[in-house]
């Protein structure tokens, strides 16, 4: 099992930063994906970005590439995510996922473990 953690998570004005950042614990795996959704009231769970070990791939989605930012730590499981020029369309619940291979993907249901959620809202 591996248990996620996320932190960093509040309430920002229009065109601030946040920096994510998910833990990952229990057992560990020589390849491996984490990656970040998000879920706004009433609209289904979306990709947001991810990250493999050991290859360091990264993939974003469409509308928060150039804006955010997905990192790893080399020597503890973590990764971060760094989000510029927040907008109102960012409100939403922040989950960190990880999937058991260094393959990167952007569809929820191939992550099999979730954190519980960090709540990000941009106020305009």
């Known amino acids: 099992q591996v248990q996620l953690v996320e932190s960093g998570g509040g309430l920002v004005q229009d065109g601030a930063s946040l920096r994510l950042s998910c833990t990952a614990s229990g057992r560990t795996f020589s390849d491996i994906t984490m990656g970040w959704f998000r879920q706004a009231p009433g609209k289904e769970r979306e990709f947001v970005a991810c990250i493999s070990w050991p290859g360091g791939i990264t993939m974003y989605a469409g509308s928060v590439k150039g804006r955010f930012t997905i990192s790893r730590h080399n020597t503890v499981s973590t990764v971060y995510l760094q989000m510029n020029k927040l907008n109102s369309e960012d409100t939403a619940l922040y989950y960190c996922?990880?999937?058991?291979?260094?393959?990167?993907?952007?569809?929820?249901?191939?992550?099999?473990?979730w954190g519980q959620g960090t709540q990000v809202t941009v106020s305009s």
């Open positions: 996922a990880a999937r058991t291979t260094g393959i990167v993907s952007s569809t929820p249901s191939q992550y099999a473990y």
